[in-house]
């Protein structure tokens, strides 16, 4: 309990020093965003309203904490590219709504995937003696995992989507529409992310369960009775999942980072695409929330996975 | 841990890996930098006559919507990429031999907090962090080697530091100190030498990540700009003729993976031959 709650309170104090290194950042950018709404005809007079408008006369520190009360009450600020209408600016809220949950959908079912595929897969691989077998898998791992994840949705769109056309290329179904047909044009993007962190999880799978067979409660199994089955299952793979966990872990943030640039690929209007567009149209409000975003989510996961390691294996629980 | 503080001479020991990473580097290398002063045909010049031309012996590598030799651009992009990853490797891993040094041998508050620094960073996904440096530099080739040379710097600290500390009290560290060798004498060329063989290992990962964001970043449309050719544009640009002409996305993809693929199994074989 203890511990609960000293992680907490680095989850939160990690998250108002990226808070801050967000905002600091954003306020040495060079440039006028002020004279690039309005473009160059504006009069004075009107770039000073806009300016006292989006409050940046305060100073710096006034603005953080405007900034970060507002995030916090759930307004996320204004947009300085994309307006609602002639008078209204576009709430960065409502830009962001129902793109997060398309971006945090990928993520997902590409963990579902990868955990899936690889666990039999690195315990298959471990099982067998074969020579040919091991090699075999050997070189195809090692080649996946060079694979970009951008290449592999080109290369996914090409194989299912022009050759077997199992689904349309840049046929998007939006999730509030029909969610087993979102699911069903989800599930390319997600091999895409998965299929390079597949052959890393189940390499690291089964090295893992070679080097338990090496121990002694092994030898201890086999000779007390136990069938090789059981030996396999309830003593090797258990103890082999162990840093599994931590890898699986480990990896989110570049799921979260693969399905970013997969969306772009596959046409999927998730915050990938948003931050990119954002980014190249210097939109900086929207920038810097989806960075805390972002950064919420990958610290969030790397908290429970914490939090996780420590219920399945109780050992560690005391330090 | 279980390791002895022996200093380690060069028996150097061939293996499958090292031939072969060495081998695919080594052709992608001489063919980038070949690139730079001699292409098979003219990257810019457009053919209407041999618009989407599939692989032949004229063009090995087909020709695009332009009618242009794939091969050719695919020999400046991969110029490209090779200058971009290894001015990005020689930066961060100088700016990570300096601080994993300082840290690792002096260890205390400093230590503490460029740790803590590090493992923030390393935690956070490094195109992600890059395309933040780069909203704030702004487009262009210097933006994203100076963006992905600060991203590339952690993960050198790290290794660099680990060694420092485990070199720091080994016997022969401690004679020199007692000897009166200076701090930066012992620093630099007492242990640096010896930390070298742990080292490449992680320049080799260093280069196969740079080259996965640079592509990664151009495919984006956020990293190079053209008229400098890049492998990462050519995909997107190819994706749009994924029907009409595989073969242009394939070029430029294949191309990524074999020399992601030799970077990683350079990296392995030398692993190995530390091992040994």
């Known amino acids: 309990m203890k511990y609960l709650v000293k992680k907490v309170i680095t989850l939160i104090m990690t998250l108002f020093l990226v808070s801050v290194a967000a905002f600091l950042a954003f306020q040495i950018i060079p440039g006028d965003v002020v004279a690039s709404i309005l473009g160059m005809e504006a009069t004075p007079e009107r770039e000073e309203q806009l300016r006292e408008e989006l409050g940046l006369n305060d100073p710096p520190v006034e603005r953080y904490f405007n900034w970060m009360t507002g995030v916090l009450r759930g307004d996320l600020g204004v947009s300085y590219r994309y307006s609602k209408n002639m008078n209204e600016m576009m709430p960065v809220a409502e830009l962001i709504g129902d793109k997060l949950p398309v971006t945090l959908m990928l993520a997902f079912v590409s963990l579902i995937l990868i955990i899936v595929i690889s666990i039999p897969l690195g315990v298959w691989w471990a099982k067998s003696g074969s020579h040919v077998l091991d090699a075999v898998l050997g070189v195809a791992t090692q080649t996946a995992m060079a694979v970009p994840s951008f290449f592999l949705g080109i290369l996914v769109t090409y194989l299912f989507g022009i050759v077997l056309k199992l689904f349309t290329p840049g046929g998007y179904v939006s999730y509030r529409e029909d969610f087993a047909g979102f699911l069903g044009y989800l599930l390319f993007p997600a091999l895409s992310v998965a299929i390079p962190k597949i052959a890393m999880t189940a390499r690291f799978l089964r090295n893992s369960m070679l080097t338990e067979f090496g121990s002694d409660y092994v030898r201890t199994a086999y000779s007390k009775g136990c069938s090789r089955r059981r030996v396999m299952y309830r003593h090797v793979l258990k103890n082999s999942m162990m840093p599994v966990v931590t890898f699986l872990g480990m990896i989110i943030a570049e799921i ?37 975003y972002i950064t919420f989510v990958v610290i969030f996961v790397y908290f429970l996975v914490d939090i996780l390691y420590r219920v399945i294996d109780p050992r560690i629980s005391e330090v | 841990m279980g390791r002895k503080y022996s200093v380690k001479i060069h028996n150097f020991k061939w293996n499958k890996y090292l031939a072969a990473g060495l081998v695919m580097t080594g052709i992608a290398v001489l063919l980038g930098i070949l690139g730079f002063f001699w292409t098979p045909y003219s990257t810019t010049a457009m053919n209407a006559a041999e618009k989407f031309s599939p692989p032949s012996l004229r063009h090995i590598f087909g020709t695009d919507n332009f009618g242009r030799d794939i091969f050719s651009r695919v020999m400046q992009g991969l110029g490209t990429s090779i200058v971009i990853s290894s001015l990005v490797v020689l930066c961060s891993g100088a700016a990570g031999i300096l601080i994993g040094a300082l840290t690792g041998y002096i260890g205390g508050v400093l230590d503490e907090v460029v740790m803590r620094i590090t493992d923030a960073v390393n935690g956070f996904p490094s195109i992600l962090l890059t395309l933040v440096i780069i909203s704030i530099l702004g487009n262009g080739k210097q933006n994203v080697i100076i963006s992905m040379s600060i991203v590339f710097i952690p993960s050198f600290v790290r290794i660099v530091r680990s060694e420092y500390l485990r070199l720091r009290d080994a016997d022969y560290i401690s004679r020199a100190r007692l000897m009166g060798v200076s701090r930066i004498r012992i620093l630099f060329v007492h242990i640096l030498p010896n930390i070298f063989s742990v080292f490449w290992v992680s320049v080799m990962i260093g280069f196969n990540n740079a080259i996965l964001a640079e592509s990664g970043m151009s495919y984006l449309g956020i990293g190079v700009q053209p008229p400098d050719a890049s492998l990462g544009k050519m995909l997107s640009d190819a994706q749009g003729y994924l029907q009409r002409a595989p073969w242009y996305a394939l070029a430029p993809g294949l191309t990524i993976v074999w020399l992601v693929l030799g970077f990683s199994l350079f990296g392995e074989g030398i692993r190995r031959t530390n091992e040994s």
């Open chain 1, 256 to 292: 979260v980072a693969g399905s970013i640039v997969v969306e772009q690929v596959f046409g999927l209007p998730g915050i990938g695409r948003l931050l990119i567009s954002s980014i190249n149209n210097r939109d900086l409000p929207v920038v810097e929330i989806l960075i805390l």
